[in-house]
């Protein structure tokens, strides 16, 4: 016997005749399903699958029982609805796939922060970069714009780039410019771009200058990365440089942690200081030592009004078992490197080993491996 899943469509049915309970028991013993069978007087109403009702609905009125379809329900019956309206299903699909497009343009970009640069020029350099009007904003990468927009307008000294939705926003500190009887040599004065520290190249841009430096290069600090000269005649380098440095440290931990806990009410001293020389003017309830000591200052001319809140303290000493204080020193030694990491360098790597474990202390080695600005500018005339 030939079934339609239940996923293309099922039908309500409403039934009249004599025997209508007799009959749907006898057509369940064949293998057929009904559900939702109900009875309101003379009437029956059941669902059954919809190529079941294609089946069966002859053999019902053989035998004297009259069937109507009340509804179609399912996936099958809704599509075939839908292909009356084919058109608009269409014309709407297309007007989501066009709303789709527009909003992943970029249609606005505004700049804020400007006082002598025009907005104008601002919006042309960004456009140089790809941020423009029309733009893919999914392509767009609005931290490579914002570093390189100094870079190309001089008198901006920071800019950032929001791209959300379909509006940009640039905004833009401009430089603080000296007066010309304080900085006669001016902002162009000759010089080269020097490296800041050591490092590998991994990728430059020179926008003035002769670049001496090769992607894959090992540089060193104070070594000329872009020589500031044009046609034999001495400029002011200008352009960037990122290198891949490393950073690493030793450090001994003590795989033992002191916990300290205040405990009972807080005592209370008041002192004045002069210099390094303090009086004791009151205090109360001191506790027993160790204490914890949390103070509050106010100056009178050259002496100190001290207020210490003085709080005993139980410290408890907490033993890591072996794998635990491995990881927390581990943890601990990556922490202090990466300290030394300048904000806005790209963390490329990180490498902690434990050279040796000794009673309770571990003594571990840290590397971080970072992509970073290491371009500087060095005046002609002066010193490294």
């Not at 049915?13 to 004599?18: E, H, L, Q, T």
């Amino acid at each position: 016997m030939r079934r339609w899943p239940t996923i293309w469509g099922w039908v309500e049915v409403r039934a009249i005749g004599p025997g209508v309970m007799a009959w749907l028991q006898a057509r369940a013993g064949e293998g057929y399903r009904f559900w939702q069978i109900k009875r309101q007087g003379d009437t029956w109403r059941f669902a059954m699958e919809a190529g079941d009702w294609l089946q069966l609905k002859d053999r019902a009125e053989e035998v004297g029982l009259h069937l109507r379809v009340e509804r179609y329900r399912g996936p099958y019956f809704t599509w075939l609805q839908l292909k009356r309206y084919r058109f608009w299903l269409l014309a709407g699909s297309l007007g989501v796939l066009f709303l789709l497009i527009l909003s992943s343009l970029v249609w606005v970009v505004d700049v804020r922060g400007t006082e002598t640069v025009s907005p104008e020029k601002v919006r042309h350099e960004a456009a140089r970069l790809g941020l423009r009007k029309g733009a893919l904003r999914y392509g767009l990468s609005g931290d490579r714009v914002a570093f390189l927009l100094p870079t190309l307008i001089p008198e901006i000294h920071w800019a950032e780039v929001s791209i959300r939705g379909i509006r940009a926003e640039i905004r833009v500190v401009e430089e603080k410019r000296v007066p010309a009887e304080l900085f006669p040599e001016g902002r162009s004065r000759p010089g080269d771009l020097v490296a800041a520290r050591d490092g590998l190249v991994h990728s430059f841009l020179v926008l003035h200058g002769e670049p001496q430096v090769e992607v894959g290069q090992l540089v060193e600090e104070g070594m000329v990365l872009i020589r500031g000269q044009a046609g034999g005649k001495p400029i002011q380098a200008r352009g960037w440089v990122k290198a891949q440095v490393w950073y690493d440290t030793y450090v001994e931990i003590e795989t033992k942690r002191v916990w300290e806990t205040p405990v009972g009410n807080a005592g209370q001293r008041w002192i004045l200081q002069l210099g390094n020389k303090r009086w004791t003017l009151y205090q109360r309830n001191l506790p027993p030592r160790p204490w914890k000591v949390q103070g509050q200052e106010v100056a009178i001319g050259p002496f100190r009004w001290v207020r210490e809140d003085i709080w005993e303290v139980r410290r408890q000493v907490q033993v890591l078992p072996p794998e635990k204080a491995r990881k927390w020193a581990e943890e601990e030694a990556l922490a202090r490197v990466l300290e030394r990491v300048p904000l806005g360098a790209a963390i490329l790597d990180k490498k902690v080993e434990i050279l040796w474990e000794r009673g309770g202390t571990l003594g571990v080695w840290a590397q971080v491996t970072a992509l970073e600005e290491i371009a500087r500018l060095h005046l002609q005339g002066k010193g490294p």
